[in-house]
């Protein structure tokens, strides 16, 4: 009974192909997040959707669409793939009652690699 | 907007030994503080959080973090580690109303037999 779940958990793909991660929580939060973690190991927020609804939308590219067809699930869509946005990429969730909680869960990754 | 420093890119620890990570944040009030771990290959798990109340808060696996807001300093202790123990460690903070966790860069933790 996974909370948080990715897939695919290995991503290889050609430059200029497009590709689509998705999650899923059931953990019954309302609140559901995007990182990307580089070489480094930085984390860095990408989107946030709270209720379906976008309450956060870093500098990211125009290439990077997610979309929350529902409270349970937000999916990345990546097109015109380069090489740069090799990484994991994670997705989390957290609820939010009355103001954000911050709490988040995170799920296992996804490593998109990028040739 | 919030920030957080962990000055330690890496520590080594020999097994049994303890383990102290510092982290430092920067924010105007209390901000909610959280320790993560990630193991090789896997995703992040919450060691412990930190919202109001008693500094010292106990977490999964051990660990323990301490609170000290004059300091800013939100640092994780474990007494005596373990092989398994070999994961990076994260801090985050949380605050305001912006939904964002700001994650520090990250500890690696190596543990020697």
């Known amino acids: 009974d996974t909370a948080v779940s990715q897939t695919p958990k290995y991503l290889v793909t050609q430059m200029g192909n497009d590709k689509s991660i998705k999650c899923e929580q059931n953990?019954?939060?309302?609140?559901m997040y995007w990182y990307k973690q580089d070489s480094k190991k930085f984390l860095k927020i990408m989107f946030s959707?709270?209720?379906?609804?976008?309450?956060i939308n870093e500098t990211v590219p125009n290439r990077f669409s997610p979309k929350s067809p529902d409270k349970a699930h937000l999916n990345l869509h990546i097109n015109s793939l380069e090489l740069g946005d090799s990484a994991v990429y994670f997705c989390?969730?957290?609820?939010?009652?009355?103001?954000?909680?911050?709490?988040?869960?995170f799920g296992p990754g996804t490593r998109l690699t990028v040739t | 907007a919030q920030s957080v420093t962990q000055p330690d890119i890496h520590i080594t620890v020999s097994e049994g030994a303890s383990l102290e990570l510092r982290c430092n944040y920067s924010?105007?009030?209390?901000?909610?503080l959280f320790w993560y771990v990630q193991s090789p290959g896997q995703g992040l798990q919450l060691l412990l959080k930190?919202?109001?109340?008693?500094?010292l808060v106990q977490g999964i696996k051990g660990f323990e973090a301490e609170f000290k807001r004059s300091q800013s300093s939100f640092n994780l202790r474990k007494p005596s580690v373990h092989w398994s123990d070999a994961a990076e460690y994260f801090c985050?903070?949380?605050?305001?109303?912006?939904?964002?966790?700001?994650f520090g860069a990250g500890t690696t933790v190596t543990v020697r037999a």
């Open positions: 930190y919202f109001s109340g008693d500094t």
């Open positions: 924010y105007g009030a209390t901000p909610y």
């Open positions: 953990l019954g939060h309302d609140t």
């Open positions: 959707y709270n209720n379906k609804e976008l309450i």
């Open positions: 989390a969730s957290s609820q939010a009652v009355g103001g954000p909680t911050y709490e988040q869960y």
């Open positions: 985050a903070v949380g605050a305001g109303y912006d939904y964002k966790l700001s």
